[in-house]
């Protein structure tokens, strides 16, 4: 599990391909990675990934084919920043929310303006997430936990303080891009417990470690 409270930035150094889908080299900047173990879990922006041959300077990762198709990973080149989060521990502050770094699909960024010293970003989601995204909900972007400002039909908005915008990814962002979304966990089980006979739709974007 993870919170969505984004540790720092790390940098793609490296994407090699391995039987069809590929191994990533990433280094985690400002990361502390004393303790890490071998399979230990990682959000590599909000895609959860098991960490392998951890370092201070880094890891490997290995990404599956359908991960690769489903989530931005596949679309990040050599050289590109991504955002990074270390597993939650026990004893760790719940900061944002309950993230599991499983993707259910990608949105798209329609726009974003200035608002003050903050800035507001509009996002599109697929159709069928659009059901589990409310007013003042959360969200997770690219890994980071977010406050939902406004609801329109398969549109929402964010604001993002000056500190997220620096020490994330997201302030790179550009009209027309894609990231990663993961839905509120608790929406989901809530849609559950409501109505226990509901066949859901999958979303096409589901991913993990595995």
Known sequence: MFTGIVSTKGTLKEKIAVGGD????????????????EGDSIAVSGVCLTMLEPGESGFLADVS?????LTTLGDVEPGLPVNLELALALEDR??????????????????RREDA?????????????ARYVAKKGSVTIDGVSLTINDVDGARFSVCLIPHTLEVTTLGMLRSGDAVNIEVD????????????????????GLTGSA
């Not at 590929?22 to 173990?37: K, N, V, Y």
């Not at 084919?65 to 198709?69: A, D, G, P, Q």
């Not at 900061?95 to 329609?110: A, E, Q, Y």
């Open 185 to 204: 966990l608790i929406a989901r089980y809530l849609e559950r417990l409501i109505d226990p006979e509901l066949q859901m739709t999958e979303p096409s």
């Open 22 to 37: 590929s191994r990533l080299r990433i280094e985690c900047g400002g990361l502390d990675m004393q303790g890490s173990r």
């Open 65 to 69: 084919k359908e991960t690769l198709e």
């Open 94 to 111: 719940l900061g944002g929310h309950m993230v599991s770094g499983h993707v259910d699909g990608m949105g798209l960024l329609l726009s």
């Open 117 to 129: 010293r903050s800035e507001r970003f509009e996002f599109e989601l697929p159709g069928d997430l």
